[in-house]
């Protein structure tokens, strides 16, 4: 399996734009989780998914924010509009069932909003 | 309260010390599973152990150990001979319960000097 896989590695974006970032997780894990991490806060959970189902969103900053799972294979991180405080590295994850199972990250977003 | 503190920010060795990370965590549940995941520059996260509250054995994977101890409810990590490509951000993770979130402890920079 080729791992998490994370679109673009890379977004720089003027100030009020709408940024997508895409995660392709790991073929039959049930669960993916969006994270963000910024040097001032370390690593936040934003939102988490089972079988496809938004489950916990209590991460989400603002309305700014929002993601879907349309399906197994694919889900997006929108933000829009974006400011500058949303730079930060966007982390996707995923893992199969089981509070024992460990997860496997991408490789990362690097947001610029500028 | 579940918490995952890790009380070292920054380490700095130079190459062939061993050095030792510590995690302290907070849970009330008895069954309960920890992680620890490395960092390294580029920027992704990678799993490295995983242990569950009823294995106290110590665990051993080359120059990498680690030392769970429920009394002080610590899940230290311990590297041998450090090298170079050691330096990185290493992160301890707490699963407890029924919750599938992760919580992290906010990391420890390691850098190891040549």
């Known amino acids: 399996d080729a791992g998490v896989i994370q679109s673009p590695r890379h977004e720089v974006t003027e100030m009020g734009q709408e940024v997508t970032l895409r995660c392709k997780p790991i073929?039959?894990?049930?669960?993916l989780f969006w994270y963000r991490q910024t040097m001032m806060r370390g690593l936040e959970l934003l939102i988490y998914?089972?079988?496809?189902?938004?489950?916990?969103d209590s991460g989400m900053p603002e309305d700014r924010f929002s993601a879907k799972m349309p399906n197994a294979s694919f889900s997006t991180l929108k933000i829009q509009p974006s400011e500058p405080r949303d730079s930060a590295v966007y982390f996707c994850?995923?893992?199969?069932?089981?509070?024992?199972?460990?997860?496997?990250f991408g490789q990362g977003t690097r947001l610029t909003v500028v | 309260a579940q918490k995952v503190t890790q009380a070292q920010t920054e380490i700095s060795v130079v190459e062939k010390e061993d050095v030792t990370l510590d995690c302290v965590y907070e849970?009330?549940?008895?069954?309960?599973?920890l992680f620890w995941y490395k960092q390294p520059p580029s920027g992704e996260l990678v799993f490295l152990i995983r242990?569950?509250?009823?294995d106290e054995q110590n665990e051993i994977s080359g120059r990498y150990s680690w030392n769970f101890q429920k009394s002080t409810s610590s899940f230290n990590f311990t590297i041998t001979a450090s090298q170079v490509v050691d330096s990185a951000v290493y992160f301890c993770?707490?699963?407890?319960?029924?919750?599938?979130?992760?919580?992290w402890g906010l990391g420890t920079s390691l850098a190891v000097n040549p």
């Open positions: 994850a995923s893992r199969h069932y089981g509070a024992n199972t460990e997860a496997f």
């Open positions: 073929s039959g894990h049930d669960y």
């Open positions: 998914f089972n079988n496809n189902v938004p489950i916990d």
């Open positions: 849970t009330r549940d008895t069954t309960y599973y």
């Open positions: 242990r569950n509250s009823f």
């Open positions: 993770a707490l699963n407890a319960g029924n919750n599938r979130k992760l919580i």
